[in-house]
C-alpha cells in the first residue's frame, strides 16, 4: 500500500535561522499582521520583542532533562526520526497508562513514571499537531521531505 501526503512546499529562507511555508509575501503581511497585534516590550537593557504568549521558564528543568535522555535512548531503538509522531494519541496513552500501572504496582524494571510522564507528552504534542504524522514506507521520499513535513505541521500549529 502507497502512502501518499500532500505536497509540500519547499522552505524559503528569509532570515538566518527562520523557514516559512508560503510565498515572501505571504510571510510579509504575516509578519506586519503579528507585529500589529502583539504586546511589544523593552527590556531592562533597551532591546525590544514581542511578550511570549508562553511561559517555558515555568516548565520543571529537571524533568525536561529526564524525558529528552529517554528519547536519546529511544533513538538508538526507533532510529532518528521522530517515530513517535507516527503513533496516535490513543496509542500514547495506552502505555503511558501500561508504565502507570506498573508503577502503583512496584516494579521497578524500568523507569516507569518517566516512560508515562513521556508517552503523556507525546500523546498531546500529537493531539496538538492535528494527528499523526505518517512515516514515509520504504523506497518513498527521503528523510528531508519527512523532516520538511514534520516543521511544516508545526509552524502551522504555532502560528
Given amino acids: 500500500m502507497r502512502i501518499t501526503r500532500p505536497p509540500v512546499a519547499k522552505p524559503q529562507r528569509l532570515r ?6 508560503g510565498t515572501p509575501e505571504e510571510y510579509r503581511a504575516k509578519q ?12 531592562e537593557h533597551g532591546g525590544r520583542h514581542s511578550r511570549l504568549a508562553t511561559r517555558c521558564d515555568l ?29 496516535s494519541s490513543s496509542e500514547h496513552i495506552q502505555h503511558a497508562l501500561e508504565h502507570m500501572l506498573r508503577l502503583m504496582d512496584g516494579q521497578d524494571d524500568e ?18 499537531r492535528g494527528g499523526v504524522v505518517p512515516l514515509l514506507a520504504a523506497g518513498e521520499g527521503n528523510e528531508q ?10 509552524t502551522e500549529v504555532t502560528e
Fill in 16 to 21: 538566518p535561522g527562520e523557514t516559512y511555508y
Fill in 32 to 43: 506586519a499582521a503579528a507585529a500589529a497585534a502583539s504586546d511589544i516590550t523593552t527590556n
Fill in 59 to 87: 516548565l520543571p528543568p529537571l524533568a525536561m532533562l529526564s524525558l529528552s535522555r529517554l528519547l536519546a535512548e529511544g533513538v538508538a531503538t526507533y532510529g532518528e526520526r521522530a517515530n513517535w509522531q507516527a503513533l
Fill in 111 to 128: 523507569d516507569h513514571l518517566q516512560h508515562a510522564a513521556l508517552r503523556l507528552a507525546m500523546a498531546l504534542d500529537v493531539r496538538e
Fill in 145 to 154: 521531505e519527512a523532516t520538511e513535513e514534520i516543521h511544516h505541521r508545526v
